[in-house]
């Protein structure tokens, strides 16, 4: 009987000792991801980016760097397009390069902490933790949270995030809107914590020397072609296309489009040109906006806010008195109606 006893007793230590090996619970993972963001030292990634934002699905390859505590690295690139640009953080401040322009701008903003940032390892994390309402799923491989987001555009309000169960690192962040329908889709393809990092990486001119070296001739492909005036398909209720103007310049075309009604706006372009000075204009009061397919410069002089952006061939100026930060984010967005001139 004592036997028995023994041998019973030894069951349940066994069996309380399988237990404490199985499957972590939503608890352990968040504390562990807490330990993670805090200690590494900074971290590599290779991403591809699809975007259903727009009139056909952009697909864009990009590139991260990461060194703690606030130096950052984002080249985005769509070969299709023969768009590329690079986003840099770091002592001097934050940076948008366009390398095939010879064009930057400069912002004292503390990007990429102001909002959420779908290709940041630590952007999703900190979502993920933040958010006590998110939802947490697991299968044989990954872990997989739904949580809310903190985009500027705010159409993007949900996400699913998966993680890799063997040690934490993005697999992939899908973004959704209210009916959850999928308009950006980020696949992590490789992901080297803890990394490492030679001098000038993180330099403005060094990253803008390098990659003209590939996009410049793209550029100059295109300078001949004739400018495509593009259109924005939302434009806010209240508000209609008013005047459409065009102006000779001195190396093209320039048309004005101009909105009037309850929020008038402005929108001018022109096909792009490389720029002589390499020096970059400085920006006090505004940041870098992610507008999809490129990233733009938020201004705000006075009552007036503007974005600059160039895509396709083509420099894009949006200027209001009246729109909201949001509302102009959402009409930019929305530029790609189009009309041959």
Known sequence: MK????????????????????????????????EKIKNMTGYKAEATMTLETGKDPQQYVVEIWHKNPNYYRVALNNANKDQSQ???????????????????????????????????YESLVNDILMDPERIFT???????????????????QQQEITLNKKDLTPVSAKIMDVELKVLVNVEFEDFELNASFNEGDFDMDRNMT????????????????????????YVPDGTVLNDSKEVNIEDGKRVILTYTGDQDFTLI???SRVQQASTPMHITDGEPVDLGFTVGALTSEAQTKSINWSYDGVDFFLASKDLSTEEMISIARSVYGTEVK
């Open 138 to 156: 697991a299968n044989d491989e990954h872990y997989v949270f739904q949580t809310k987001t903190n985009y500027t555009n705010k159409n993007l």
């Open 210 to 233: 390098g990659a003209q070296l590939e996009s410049l001739p793209a550029m100059a492909q295109e300078s001949d072609e004739p400018l495509v005036v593009s259109f924005p398909m």
């Open 3 to 34: 036997k028995m006893v023994a041998l019973i007793f030894s069951c349940f230590v066994l069996l309380g000792m399988l237990a404490g090996c199985g499957e972590k619970t939503q608890e352990d993972i968040i504390e562990e991801l807490g």
């Open 269 to 271: 372009q022109q096909k």
């Open 86 to 120: 690079i986003i840099l953080r770091n002592d001097e401040g934050v940076f948008v390069l366009t390398p095939a322009l010879n064009k930057s701008f400069r912002f004292q903003s503390d990007w990429p902490e102001n909002n959420s940032q779908v290709y940041l």
